[in-house]
Antibody
Framework: QVQLVQSGSELKKPGASVKVSCKASGYTFSTYSLNWVRQAPGQGLEWMGWINTNTGNPTYAQGFTGRFVFSLDTSASTAYLQINSLKTEDTAVYYC????????????????WGQGTLVTVSS | DIQLTQSPSFLSASVRDSVTITCRASQDISNYLAWYQQKPGKAPKLLIYGASILQSGVPSRFSGSGSGTEFTLTINSLQPEDFAAYYCQRLNRYPPTFGGGTKVEIK
């Protein structure tokens, strides 16, 4: 079955960097794009952007340019989210999610999600 | 960018009640809408896409309707496991915006 397994919780100081992994299994990795979604404590879901798992080309949502980097290791069927120059407001759960498409023409909805990675930024 | 506004933000209901959550889009999005359920500490789960297409494995007490700018998610005969947060999300165009969420609590 399709699974996305993320790396464990991280505690970082402001200014540091963090790299979250998302390992896919149960399907051909390059067939579906992967998205990243942020959820701050007690808040809703915020789409951060996506990475084309075929070309490795990332696209970042507004507000997630500059310090956020999406990357892949296709040999390991793994996607990564790196956040540089961490700020306290980056404290959140970060999810990877598979971008599914339906033969009736629907796409950009997320049928499989990782379990989430809590990143806490505190001095 | 298109905004999605959910109402209500909070909803109290009892087991076996039927509840309806509304999602309004700031522009016409045809039927390009999905609904997710999220339980505390868990990842969101896809319930419905294309406004009314039930994702495989989702109980039939969940249903979605609407097109254009107004959409609804209805849960018939609430079960204890349905108490959760629900989010709508726009499909087929970037950015795939989420609504602010509706928390369904036990009365």
């Amino acid at each position: 079955q399709v699974q996305l397994v993320q790396s464990g919780s991280e505690l970082k100081k402001p200014g540091a960097s963090v790299k979250v992994s998302c390992k896919a299994s149960g399907y051909t990795f390059s067939t579906y794009s992967l998205n990243w979604v942020r959820q701050a404590p007690g808040q809703g879901l915020e789409w951060m952007g996506w990475i084309n798992t075929n070309t490795g080309n990332p696209t970042y949502a507004q507000g997630f340019t500059g310090r956020f980097v999406f990357s892949l290791d296709t040999s390991a069927s793994t996607a990564y989210l790196q956040i540089n120059s961490l700020k306290t407001e980056d404290t959140a759960v970060y999810y990877c999610a598979r971008d599914y498409y339906d033969s009736r023409g629907y796409f950009l909805f997320f049928d499989s999600w990782g379990q989430g990675t809590l990143v806490t930024v505190s001095s | 960018d298109i905004q999605l506004t959910q109402s209500p933000s909070f909803l109290s209901a009892s087991v076996r009640d039927s509840v309806t959550i509304t999602c309004r889009a700031s522009q016409d999005i045809s039927n390009y809408l999905a609904w997710y359920q999220q339980k505390p500490g868990k990842a969101p789960k896809l319930l419905i896409y294309g406004a009314s297409i039930l994702q495989s494995g989702v109980p039939s007490r969940f249903s979605g309707s609407g097109s254009g700018t107004e959409f609804t998610l209805t849960i018939n005969s609430l079960q204890p496991e349905d108490f959760a947060a629900y989010y709508c999300q726009r499909l087929n165009r970037y950015p795939p915006t989420f609504g602010g969420g509706t928390k369904v609590e036990i009365k």
